[in-house]
């Protein structure tokens, strides 16, 4: 969205900064109904939105990572029971998809297919957002559950929570990133209370042009009429994944007790050892999420 008409200045005025920026609004918002008009390619949207009506749903956008598919809907089975875990596949191949839906199909979440995205591998974040408002139009919005949350593909529980249960006292919750005076609710990382939302023109999307990232497009019609002092946030904290590092190097992030790897931060020739050290991580909290499956397998067993 552009800014507010008074917030530029004589010099942006003279370089035709407002006019610019207005088209650029109108351009991304008409890729943006283009392409929420389109149907999932793979995938029963109205049979998952009937299963979702009146109950709390996570709602994943998977990319291109088919062993943190699996490893995050087997450790929120687990560690978030009585939720429906859904992965929205943003995947730029076929291939990986059909590994991606396997897993899916496999693990017990629900899975849709999205149409090819414009903005893939052109902007991530637009990619990412213009995932999020397909499924707020196509899929959240016609079911009406409860409540609904985003989370990221590559962010594991690594013990029991219900990211939904400070949505009895507010109507949004999540991790808060701050720009001056105003704020926003990270995408990886956000709950809402969908009565108190349904009505209003979400957006998901960026809102760049005040500079908030993916999720803060919802600035104007959302986090703009609340008042943070009074809400409860996700507590958050960087760390190294190795100690001899700089956080900017090789981050990883902690959401309370949920663990984000940060895929795309950090220096590129640690990624690897950075995936590495996340599975060791994980590694006990998947064991012990696919006891009940090796128990109830033995117990049936001759």
């Not at 610019?20 to 029963?44: C, E, N």
């Not at 899975?111 to 990412?128: D, I």
Request: glycine share 6%; aromatic share 10%.
């Amino acid at each position: 969205m552009p800014r507010a008409m008074s917030d530029y200045s004589l010099l942006e005025w003279a370089r035709l900064r407002p006019l610019m920026q207005a088209l650029k609004t109108a351009r991304y918002r008409a890729v943006d109904k283009a392409y929420r008009s389109r149907p999932a390619v793979i995938g029963d949207v109205a049979a998952i939105a009937r299963e979702i009506a009146g109950r709390n749903v996570l709602v994943t956008v998977a990319f291109a990572d088919v062993n943190a598919a699996r490893w995050q809907i087997a450790l929120v089975r687990h560690y978030v029971p009585g939720v429906v875990h859904v992965l929205v596949d943003n995947s730029p191949t076929d291939e990986v998809a059909v590994r991606i839906c396997r897993v899916a199909e496999a693990e017990g979440a629900r899975y849709l297919r999205l149409p090819r995205n414009p903005w893939t591998g052109k902007s991530p974040s637009r990619s990412h957002g213009l995932a999020l408002n397909w499924t707020w139009h196509n899929l959240i919005r016609p079911a009406e559950p409860h409540a609904f949350g985003f989370i990221d593909d590559d962010l594991f529980p690594t013990a029991h929570d219900d990211p939904f249960a400070p949505l009895a006292e507010q109507d949004v919750y999540g991790q808060v990133r701050r720009i001056g005076e105003r704020w926003f609710l990270w995408a990886g990382f956000c709950m809402f209370r969908f009565d108190k939302v349904a009505a209003l023109p979400l957006d998901f999307g960026q809102d760049w042009f005040i500079g908030l990232d993916t999720g803060g497009g919802n600035w104007e019609p959302l986090y703009s009429r609340l008042d943070l002092a009074t809400l409860r946030e996700a507590e958050t904290r960087f760390v190294p994944f190795r100690d001899d590092l700089a956080v900017a190097d090789g981050p990883l992030q902690w959401v309370g007790t949920w663990l984000h790897e940060v895929g795309l931060m950090g220096r590129p020739e640690l990624f690897d050892e950075k995936r590495g050290t996340v599975e060791a991580l994980i590694a006990p909290h998947l064991a012990a999420a696919m006891r009940p499956f090796i128990e109830k397998e033995t117990a049936s067993s001759p």
